[in-house]
């Protein structure tokens, strides 16, 4: 997956959401709720950070069949990322529906600035 | 050399020089046909196999077999041993995210003849019973105690349930328990993630087959395995399921800082590894070991599920079926074994990512039975091909450590493999070849369409031409059921 941003704060949040459309077509739940959630990371590198941050993601979804929809006062600094996101909790028969994700990979991640946008392109083990 | 940089050693054998690439320790090497060699450098493999000759304490060669694909870090289809006394790392990428993903075959005392006119039925009921799917939960749920012994204990713990029988446990790799594993090293999330997964399939590659074997080309050894023209199989093919995923992304963590810490470059991030013989690597060994118990329980769960569809759909009981278990082996994995490097017996980290053992007859680790002649190496096709029972040999175990192949390996994206299959009715045309499939998850049935992979009848032909292993028996489907 290719994902792009005027800032590092946007290429995080745009690629939570194409994680978000890798994981299932559809992304409204028929008898899902609306769930909040506060996640915080640490690491020096930023690839490793983006790495964690969809990782964490997926762990939600899998784990609790979280889907993400958006993140408010998303912050990448001085080796922390912290956010507040809002996601859908997915019936079981939705979640069965989605692409088993195993895990994003550190493979080649580097995020570029080119001209106006960071950049990033993202494997993921399906 | 080749437009590459691959030496021709033999029609079979391709080296990649250590001129190859800067900070190479060993050579590689590839097992292959010529004519694999331009869907190898399609998919820049031989850079994977270069990149995996860099990791501290590897010894005699980074290897690949021949159903090598592209992977993450290592490519798939990759063998790699280092050195546990002398510096040698364990590297997560070098198993994967699907810790003993692997593959068990059922031997029956059914004739494809007769289960033929009742393959829909068959399939429906296993289709019904046994759970696949993502995420999807099963029916074996356990509470977190519960599950660590589970990741103790392997499939001794399945067993112990009822799930099956001690014969089972005697024709498993490793007795389906690694010894060393430690449950305290697993996450709460990765326990999480396995509370309810015990006995599923998952989806992706994963799956059921019904089977029939077509041909036998070593009677003996195919006597001694239970095998016979005619017979049917069922192949079960599934791994840790999302606790293995999470065990080794955490590890990938833990690692991220080992190469600067221990003084060693990578070329790639996902190659990520710490020596054996550190606190990080005796952790993750430990942990993945757990996960590899796991697997191993899942499958002698999912086996358990299919003997009582079986006994369901043939009103018999799986004793009378005749359904005992050929062998499972492990084809994402690393272990400490000892292998013979330069004259000298050495305890190496032989990591098999993609990669099936293949002991030959005499090794202490098999069972009495096989002794005589041989691991049975149980090698899966794609769902409209065939499958394949190999036997494992002496030279296998000086050239690869004992490894070969583990299946088809990928021709293709599964991206791709959709894109070709638009329009296409892959079910269909599995009909017309007599096979039945059900599947559950979305686009698996284009994703997982033979034509997304190599035909396994050439692949294996490579095995068996360097002299790896032997054939012993093809089977080909009859019936599918996959996630």
């Not at chain 1, 709720?33 to 964690?52: A, C, I, Y």
């Not at chain 2, 080296?15 to 590689?28: A, L």
């Not at chain 2, 003996?220 to 199989?233: D, I, K, M, P, S």
């Amino acid at each position: 997956m290719v994902a792009a941003g005027k800032t590092v704060e946007d290429l995080f949040a745009h690629a939570a959401e194409g994680l978000a459309c890798a994981l299932l077509d559809t992304q409204d739940s028929e008898g899902g709720r609306v769930l909040g959630k506060h996640v915080e990371l640490t690491s020096p590198l930023v690839e490793d950070l983006f790495v964690d941050w969809l990782n964490e993601l997926k762990y939600l979804f899998f784990s609790e069949k979280f889907l993400f929809r958006s993140a408010r006062s998303l912050t990448v600094k001085d080796g922390k990322l912290t956010a507040d996101v809002e996601g859908l909790i997915m019936t079981d028969a939705e979640a069965a529906g989605a692409r088993e994700i195993k895990a994003a990979t550190y493979h080649d991640v580097r995020i570029r600035r080119d001209g106006e946008y960071y950049t990033v392109e993202i494997i993921f083990d399906i | 050399m080749t437009e590459t940089g691959l030496h021709k050693i033999d029609d079979w054998r391709w080296e990649i020089p250590i001129s190859f690439k800067h900070g190479m320790r060993v050579p590689g090497r590839i097992y292959a046909r010529e004519d694999f060699l331009s869907q190898i450098a399609h998919d820049k493999c031989e850079e994977q196999v270069a990149n995996v000759a860099f990791l501290p304490g590897i010894v005699k060669y980074s290897l690949a077999m021949p159903d090598i694909h592209w992977g993450y870090g290592f490519p798939i289809g990759g063998v790699a041993a280092t050195d546990v006394e002398s510096g040698g790392v364990i590297s997560p990428g070098g198993i994967g995210f699907d810790t003993n993903c692997g593959v068990r075959l059922l031997r029956s005392s059914l004739e494809a003849k007769d289960v033929v006119p009742r393959m829909k039925d068959l399939v429906k009921t296993l289709y019904h019973d046994v759970p696949c799917g993502v995420g999807v939960g099963g029916n074996i749920k356990v509470g977190a105690g519960e599950l660590k012994e589970i990741l103790r204990k392997g499939s001794r713990w399945a067993v112990s349930k009822g799930y099956g029988s001690a014969e089972d446990i005697e024709h498993t790799e490793n007795n389906g328990c690694m010894q060393d594993a430690d449950p305290s090293l697993v996450s709460d999330r990765a326990v999480r993630r396995g509370l309810d997964q015990s006995g599923t399939l998952g989806s992706g590659n994963h799956f059921l087959e019904v089977q029939a074997v077509e041909k036998i080309f070593d009677e003996a050894a195919a006597a001694c395995f239970g095998l016979r023209e005619g017979q049917v199989t069922v192949m079960i093919h599934s791994g840790s399921r999302g606790l293995g995923y999470q065990i080794c992304e955490d590890y990938l963590k833990v690692m991220r800082g080992c190469p600067e810490k221990y003084g060693f470059s990578i070329p790639d991030r996902q190659l990520v590894a710490a020596p054996v013989r550190s606190d990080e690597g005796e952790r993750y060994v430990r942990a993945m070991f757990a996960a590899a118990n796991y697997a191993w329980a899942n499958r002698q769960c999912l086996m358990h599920l299919t003997r009582l569809a079986f006994e369901k759909v043939f009103r018999a009981g799986s004793k009378a079926l005749g359904l005992d278990l050929v062998y499972d082996i492990a084809h994402n994995i690393a272990k400490l074994e000892n292998h013979t490097v330069d004259g000298k017996e050495k305890l190496l980290c032989v990591h098999r990512k993609g990669a099936t053992r293949a002991f030959p007859k005499g090794h202490p680790e098999l069972p009495d039975g096989y002794r005589p002649v041989g691991q049975p190496v149980i090698i899966p096709g794609d769902m409209g091909r065939c499958s394949y029972v190999l036997v494992g040999t002496d030279l296998a175990m000086r050239e690869t450590f004992g490894s070969v192949c583990h299946g088809a390996g990928r021709l293709m994206s599964r991206t791709e493999a959709v894109k070709r299959g638009r329009g296409v009715d892959i079910a269909g045309e599995l009909v017309k070849k007599g096979i039945v499939v059900m599947a559950t998850g979305r686009e698996t049935l284009a994703e997982e369409a033979p034509h997304a992979y190599k035909d396994i009848n050439e692949v294996v032909s490579v095995v068996s031409h360097a002299g790896l292993a032997r054939p012993v028996a093809r089977m080909r489907p009859l019936g599918v059921i996959k996630g």
